[in-house]
Structure formats: structure tokens, C-alpha cells
């Protein structure tokens, strides 16, 4: 059993920046941050692999957004940069213990976050 906390979420203006943090209680293969807006199906952000750190990104925030790990805490970054309206949505962190190829779909992830919230203002 793999225990997740979630920090970091928040109001911020449009171009503004947030970093989001996730600490996982256990071993991970890897961990990745998904969101859902509003009346929205949650969608995948990014995701990063513990042992090597290769990293993956949705088409709607590469450019903008950062993860990254530090393995020694056993914790996981997203680093939001130039934050836009359409950003607005509950911030969940995933980890993934068996390391499935297909990183972008939700059911690979067993653990999950009890979610932050992030609203950017216009």
C-alpha cells in the first residue's frame, strides 16, 4: 500500500507559476499528476519514471510545466509555469508500481492523491 500527499495547489493569477508536490509513502516505478476540471473527464499532465527520470507531457502544458523527483524523499514535482485560465482543476498525483508503457491512461496508476485544487484567474 502506497500512501500519497499532495501539496502546493492554490489561486494565482494568469502567467503566474505554482509548484505542486507529491510525497509517496512506499516504493514507486512511476508517479505522475493528472487533472480534472469542472465537468471534465480527468486528463493526463505528466509523469516521470523513478529510475531514470524520463518524463512525459501532455501537448497542452509542454513548454510550461516541469516534473521532476528527488528519489531520496520519495517525492515528486510539477513545477506550473505561465499558468492559463484553462489550467483550472483539481491536481491529483498517481503512482504507478508495476511500470505499464501506456504512462498516459489513469487505470495504470493504483495510488492516488486526495487532490489539490489549482485555480489561475484572468
Known amino acids: 500500500q502506497v500512501q500519497l500527499v499532495e501539496s502546493g495547489g492554490g489561486l494565482v493569477q494568469a502567467g503566474g507559476s505554482l509548484r505542486l508536490s507529491c510525497t509517496a509513502s512506499?516504493?514507486?516505478?512511476?508517479m505522475g499528476w493528472f487533472r480534472q476540471a469542472p465537468g471534465k473527464e480527468r486528463e493526463f499532465v505528466a509523469t516521470?519514471?523513478?529510475?531514470?527520470?524520463?518524463?512525459y507531457y501532455a501537448d497542452s502544458v509542454k513548454g510550461r510545466f516541469t516534473i521532476s523527483r528527488d528519489n531520496a524523499k520519495n517525492t515528486v514535482y510539477l513545477q506550473m509555469n505561465s499558468l492559463k485560465p484553462e489550467d483550472t482543476a483539481v491536481y491529483y498525483c498517481?503512482?504507478?508500481?508495476?511500470?505499464?508503457?501506456?504512462?498516459?491512461?489513469?487505470?495504470?496508476?493504483?495510488?492516488w492523491g486526495q487532490g489539490t485544487q489549482v485555480t489561475v484567474s484572468s
Open positions: 498517481a503512482a504507478d508500481t508495476l511500470g505499464r508503457s501506456d504512462y498516459y491512461n489513469d487505470y495504470v496508476y493504483r495510488y
Open positions: 512506499g516504493r514507486t516505478v512511476r
Open positions: 516521470i519514471k523513478r529510475s531514470d527520470g524520463t518524463t
